[in-house]
């Protein structure tokens, strides 16, 4: 479970970015009601860029679970992270298992919660490095233990004759690799990365899919209802990251599946149409509460403007941030740290919009913790029955398509998980309850359905 953590605060990044094709300024916050064409497209193409990815995922961890067995992983798992195993709930009600189910949930969610709260304070105190080499430790040891360890079942299941030491070669390099291509990406081919993210997702999904069903069940609800309130309740965990990442500006280390938005024609017209107009007033946004009057000062011919010792750090951050996006701006700075004085979180979420929306509105990234829980409610409902598998895994795409059109309605941060977790829910207890049953029964006398 070492790689669960590290998977859960991808999702950040997804929030941090929109829905829509671009942002407008606050000035225009009235026009984001009107739902556009352009953003119609924009959700579609989101969607269309990562249905495959995530079916993709769903299904191969599904074919694992049902075929990659581990007894001996699942009553390691669950001496390690259960209050109630297995065992005790042998001959118990149905009222029993769910509440020592939903007890286990709770649990776990928790750990989820107390590794956000770890993570917030790591982003406030600047250990990005301490982050990045943890996440990095997490992602070689879940690709190259847990990976070793479903290589070792799957070879004994196809009866592979393979030596320890050959097979230590090859999972080492593979963990390596993984880990290069997922944190390094230069040099690699983006869809090595894809299938590097893929193959993290179905592994962690088949460790987390070894939980007992009550417990796997009750999991995801409670992993989906925890989701929404951390990103969308002014207390959540996750919406003090995000608060926190605006405030400082800088990059917060995840795993994030990205992938390319393809529009047709007209509308990549339009969107350069668009582009090229809102550059030609890039001198002007950042500076839109202050007058028009104001003109970039070349710093060769002003003094400096003094500062109290505590904005220097500031300073610096603003200036390497003009560095890497607008290098022509650097001479503007000061005059911005005077304008938004007080006001940083203002600052950089407009410099936000301004610059990192604007550049990254061709691609969508998805972070690998919804990925993992998508795959591992379809496996557990492929565990009881195809139909069943079938349905979930429709609810999933059809809930993350009505996330991400909400998202480009509303322009707000949304949670992925919630609307997709419990639609799948509520179609796996209908089938099992009601529909097998029915066309089992209509089967038995005859009914051709």
Known sequence: MSGVDSLSDGDVHERLLPAGPYQTSPDESDQLDVFTHEKLMHSIGSFSAVVWPVAAT???????????????????????????????????????????????ALVIVSFFLVATLVIVGCYKLNFNKMLIGYMMFSSAMLLGMLGGNMMVIVVA????????????????????????????????????????????????AWQLGQFPEWSTWAL?????????????????????????????GRPLPGLLYEAEIRRDHSSNTASQAHENLYYQCESEIPLRRGSPRDMPIDPSSSPQISMPHRQAPLRARLIDFYTKHNPAAISRVDKILERYHGREADMWH???????????????????????????????????????????????????????????????????????ILLSVMVYFWLRMVFVDFVSSALIIGVLL
């Open 157 to 204: 299941k196809l009866e592979i004759i393979v030596d320890v030491c050959t097979l230590l070669f090859v999972m080492y390099n593979f963990s390596v690799v993984g880990v290069l291509t997922i944190f390094y990406q230069k040099g690699t081919p983006l869809w090595l990365t894809q299938m590097y993210l893929i193959a993290t997702s179905v592994i962690m």
């Open 58 to 104: 769903m299904l191969f961890a599904s074919f694992v679970s049902i075929h990659v067995a581990d007894p001996a992983l699942a009553e390691a798992l669950a001496d390690a992270y259960l209050v109630y195993g297995p065992d005790k709930d042998k001959g118990a009600s149905a009222g029993t298992k769910a509440a020592d189910a939903l007890v286990n």
């Open 220 to 248: 995801v609800i409670v992993l989906a209802f925890y989701d929404l309130c951390a990103v969308l309740t002014p207390c959540g965990p996750l919406k003090w990251l995000v608060h926190l990442v605006q405030q400082e």
């Open 350 to 420: 407009d410099l936000c919009q301004k610059y990192i929306i604007d550049e990254g509105d061709e691609t969508i990234k998805l972070g690998l913790g919804d990925f993992v829980f998508y795959s591992v409610l379809v496996s557990r409902a492929a565990k009881y029955d195809f139909s069943a598998m079938i349905g979930c895994l429709v609810s999933v795409l059809m809930g993350l398509g009505g996330t991400l059109f909400l998202l480009g309605l509303y322009q707000k941060a949304l949670p992925a998980l919630p609307i997709s």
